[in-house]
């Protein structure tokens, strides 16, 4: 019996790990970036530029895509990053995380400095409602915001956020 009830006690512990990492629906009825285990300043995200590009076989854009551009800022970074690794979340005015897209930064970011990534994005398909979500709603109906999960440093040091 006490294997049992410790096996349990793993399992609800693994479940509030998911729910925090939002990879299940939460308990509670909140779902905002404020459940994640990890520094919430560690890395600010604004987004511009939100454009549609529709398939266009004569130049040969055979897929419907969804573009924006990204500008991060360190936050609470305390050293140079070469590399960041996450999700990048988009909410709605409520908070609520309505599309995610996950995101390697491979440029050096320095604590204070934008990074400023043109033309990220992603291919449209008209039947997933999250992309519908995003190619009505506008930028400024948008809160953005980034989760880290891996950061290596340029001293070599990484950290993980779990």
Known sequence: MEDFKQQLIELERRVALL???NLLPNTSFSSNAS?????KSLVQVQISNKRFAPKNPNYGEY??????????TA????????ALKGVLCFADIFDE???RINVTLNDRL???LPLVQDGIGFTYNQ???????MLVTKESDMKPSFLATNVI????????FK
């Open 19 to 21: 729910e925090k990492a």
């Open 35 to 39: 459940n994640i285990n990890q520094p």
């Open 63 to 72: 897929e419907d895509h969804i573009w924006f551009d990204a500008t991060y």
């Open 75 to 82: 936050g609470t970074l305390e050293k140079p990053a070469r």
């Open 97 to 99: 995380i309505k599309f």
């Open 110 to 112: 320095e604590p204070g």
């Open 127 to 133: 039947f997933i409602p999250e992309h519908q979500w």
């Open 153 to 160: 440093y340029s001293d070599g040091s990484s950290e993980e």
